[in-house]
C-alpha cells in the first residue's frame, strides 16, 4: 500500500506530469463562486502544461463553459472540457439512434439530447429512460419511488448521465443523478453510467486527446485532481493513473464534524482507495 503525500503546494509535484485531469465542482468551484487558490494553481500549470476539465455535468461541454463563464472561469485556465454528458452523447448517437426516450431530470438539461436522432416521449412509450438529475435541488430520493416503481415494471433500462450521488451548491447540498440511478439498482432495475469513476470515461478522454493532438497518450504523466474518492480517486485507480485528493470538498463533513486529523482521515481511507497526494484545498 502507498503512503499518501501531503502537498504544501502543487508546484512540489507538477513537473513530473504533462496532463492534468481536473475536476471542477468542490476543485475550482462551489456551484456559486471560483476558488481563488485553485485558479492560481490553474494559472501556473497552463503556462506550459495541459489542463483538461472533467465533469460528471450530464449535459455538453458547452452548456458547461455558459456556466463557467457566468462565475468568470475564463477559457484561459484550461484547454479542454470534457464532461459524462458528452460520453452519453456519443453512447446515445451511435447505439440508441431511432429510438425513444423518457427523460428522468430537470429541463435544463435539455441540451443533452440537442441533434441526437432520438425522441423524447412518455414513460408508457419509452424505449429506455435518461436520468440526468433531481427535479429540483431541494428534492428526497423518497418523491421518485413512484416513478421508479413505473420504470421498473416496465423493465427500461436507464442510462444514468451523471454517477455523482450528491454535490454541495454553496452550503447545501442535493442529491444527482446517481444516487436516482442507485435506488432503481436497488429496485433490481438496469443502470448503465456514463462518467468517473468507470475507466471507459478516461479511454473515451485520451481518445478525444489523440485525435486533437495527434499523440499516443502517455499515462505516466497524467495527474488525476479531485475531491470525490468514489467518483475522481476511484477513477483514477481504475485507469491506474496517479491523483491528488482534494479533502476540503465532497468529505470535508466526514472529517471536520469528528474533529478528525486530516492526515489521519486521509490515511484511513487509503485502506480503500489509493491516494498518492493531498491536499485540503487545490494549492498552487
Not at 462518467?195 to 504523466?221: A, M, Q, R, T, W
Request: aromatic residues 14%; charged residues 25%; hydrophobic residues 35%.
Amino acid at each position: 500500500m502507498n503512503n499518501p503525500v501531503f502537498l504544501s503546494g502543487l508546484n512540489k509535484i507538477y513537473s513530473k506530469f504533462d496532463i492534468f485531469f481536473v475536476d471542477l465542482w468542490g476543485v475550482v468551484h462551489n456551484g456559486i463562486e471560483c476558488y481563488t487558490e485553485a485558479l492560481k494553481s490553474l494559472k501556473n500549470i497552463k503556462k506550459d502544461k495541459k489542463i483538461i476539465l472533467i465533469s460528471n455535468a450530464p449535459k455538453p461541454n458547452i452548456s458547461v463553459k455558459k456556466f463557467l463563464n457566468s462565475i468568470n472561469f475564463s477559457k484561459k485556465f484550461y484547454d479542454l472540457l470534457i464532461t459524462s454528458g458528452d460520453l452519453t452523447r456519443f453512447y446515445l448517437k451511435n447505439y440508441y439512434k431511432n429510438k425513444s426516450f423518457y427523460h428522468l431530470g430537470p429541463n435544463r438539461d435539455k441540451s443533452l439530447f440537442i441533434n441526437l436522432d432520438l425522441k423524447k416521449t412518455t414513460l408508457n412509450n419509452a424505449n429506455f429512460v435518461v436520468c440526468t438529475g433531481v427535479n429540483n435541488n431541494k428534492d428526497s430520493l423518497n418523491k421518485y419511488f413512484y416513478i421508479l416503481k413505473k420504470i421498473k415494471k416496465k423493465n427500461l433500462e436507464m442510462i444514468c448521465a451523471n454517477p455523482d450521488l450528491i454535490v454541495h451548491r454553496g452550503h447545501s447540498s442535493e442529491y444527482c443523478a446517481g444516487s436516482i440511478a442507485k435506488l432503481y439498482e436497488k429496485m433490481g432495475g438496469r443502470v448503465k453510467y456514463f462518467g468517473k469513476p468507470y475507466k471507459y470515461f478516461y479511454e473515451y478522454i485520451c481518445d478525444v486527446l489523440k485525435k486533437k493532438y495527434k499523440k499516443n497518450i502517455n499515462k505516466s504523466k497524467i495527474l488525476v485532481i479531485g475531491d470525490n474518492l468514489n467518483t475522481d480517486i476511484l477513477g483514477a485507480n481504475n485507469f491506474k493513473v496517479k491523483n491528488l485528493f482534494i479533502a476540503g470538498g465532497v468529505h470535508k463533513a466526514e472529517w471536520n464534524k469528528k474533529n478528525i486529523n486530516l492526515a489521519k482521515f486521509i490515511f484511513k481511507k487509503n485502506k480503500n482507495f489509493k491516494i498518492n497526494y493531498f491536499q485540503n484545498e487545490l494549492v498552487w
